[in-house]
């Protein structure tokens, strides 16, 4: 978790008492960026479970940012309309469809074998297919467990169920990160907060970042070169606000406070789907041992990582640079021993 340089807000350097690192947990991320006095570590917890696809986060985060409209493109999977996190998309809100119950899971679903026609010619011929206007199984044909004449919540007996799993996405502010570590201009600096923000007006459009990311969040605008991502409302925390995506979220599905706290609130949430039944239930990014450090943004799924695009285990990219250094200069001296050695033995036949 190296600074490329100054905060230009506030114009600190990182502080020297404070220990600095590359890979493993950081409990104080903000004292070791040079903010030995600063306050709790701020972030998202996003509870997948209670997400309804609305996308207010995306508007909020658009019109208070002032990020660019880029396009209203269906993907052909979903109603997804913005794809993917980019330059222009800081929050990005997935849908996955699955076959599937709420409590079992099943990574992906595809409809390439369903045939349609098939299908609604057999509405309301059988129980499994009882035809237009039906919202429960008959009282003869509920499955046990079921109230008699109402739906089951679970698996009616005979039909198999859809569900959506939704999640807004957004730069996971870790607590080693990459971008930073590998920018050149300091354009990329940790704020007292803990987050990661860019400071365009410095970026050099060298794009060293965008490989560097193990998410891919951080992305380079098109008409100019620079890149952008989610600063976690820098300019509203410092005032006592919260960011606008979770201002905006009408079900709290997007939490915002002190990281320890919520990921207090997140272990407390998934203990309560367990006991509800949803075994499947399980925290990602919040581990501080994990190849990050730790995320600043984590999220509740309900389903493995890779079904929302994520990365199963990411890892800081920078983790091995103090080796990769170390072996090129083992390499380059061995080289120039080489050299010399080769330049004194010619020097010796010479004569």
């Not at 008492?17 to 570590?41: E, F, I, K, T």
């Not at 995320?295 to 983790?319: I, Q």
Request: hydrophobic share 35%; aromatic share 6%; charged share 20%.
């Amino acid at each position: 978790m190296t600074d490329s340089g100054a905060d230009a807000t506030h114009g600190t350097r990182p502080d020297p008492r404070h220990q600095n690192q590359l890979y493993g947990p950081q409990p104080d991320v903000a004292g070791a960026a040079g903010y030995p006095d600063s306050p709790p570590r701020m972030g998202f917890f996003t509870d997948t479970t209670v997400c309804i696809g609305c996308k207010a986060c995306e508007v909020a985060c658009k019109e208070w940012n002032a990020v660019p409209e880029d396009g209203l493109e269906l993907t052909g999977m979903s109603y997804d309309n913005s794809q993917g996190l980019g330059a222009d998309t800081w929050r990005h809100v997935a849908f996955i469809e699955q076959r599937k119950p709420l409590g079992v899971q099943e990574p992906g679903v595809s409809h390439d074998d369903v045939d349609v026609f098939a299908a609604a010619q057999t509405l309301g011929t059988s129980p499994a297919s009882p035809g237009p206007g039906a919202t429960a199984p008959a009282a003869d044909t509920a499955p046990a467990g079921a109230p008699t004449g109402e739906i089951s919540p679970v698996r009616p007996d005979g039909r198999t169920e859809l569900r959506w799993l939704m999640a807004s996405d957004v730069c996971k502010h870790c607590t080693h990160a990459a971008c930073l570590d590998v920018c050149p201009t300091g354009s990329l600096f940790r704020t007292e907060f803990g987050t990661v923000v860019v400071q365009e007006d410095i970026c050099n459009g060298c794009g060293y970042c965008v490989p560097a990311c193990p998410y891919g969040v951080i992305d380079q605008r098109k008409d100019d070169g620079r890149v952008w991502k989610c600063t976690l409302c820098y300019d509203r925390l410092g005032t006592g606000m919260e960011p606008a995506c979770a201002k905006a979220c009408p079900t709290d599905s997007i939490q915002f406070g002190p990281l320890d706290e919520l990921r207090e609130r997140a272990a407390g949430r998934v203990a309560q789907l367990h006991a509800a039944g949803v075994p499947d239930a399980r925290l990602y990014g919040e581990d501080p041992g994990d190849g990050v450090g730790g995320d600043g943004a984590f999220f509740l799924l309900l389903d493995e990582p890779e079904v929302y695009g994520l990365p199963p285990d990411p890892v800081v990219t920078t983790r091995d640079l103090p080796d990769m250094w170390r072996h090129a200069a083992l390499a380059a001296a061995s080289l120039a021993a080489l050299a010399v050695t080769s330049f004194v033995g010619t020097g010796r036949r010479r004569r």
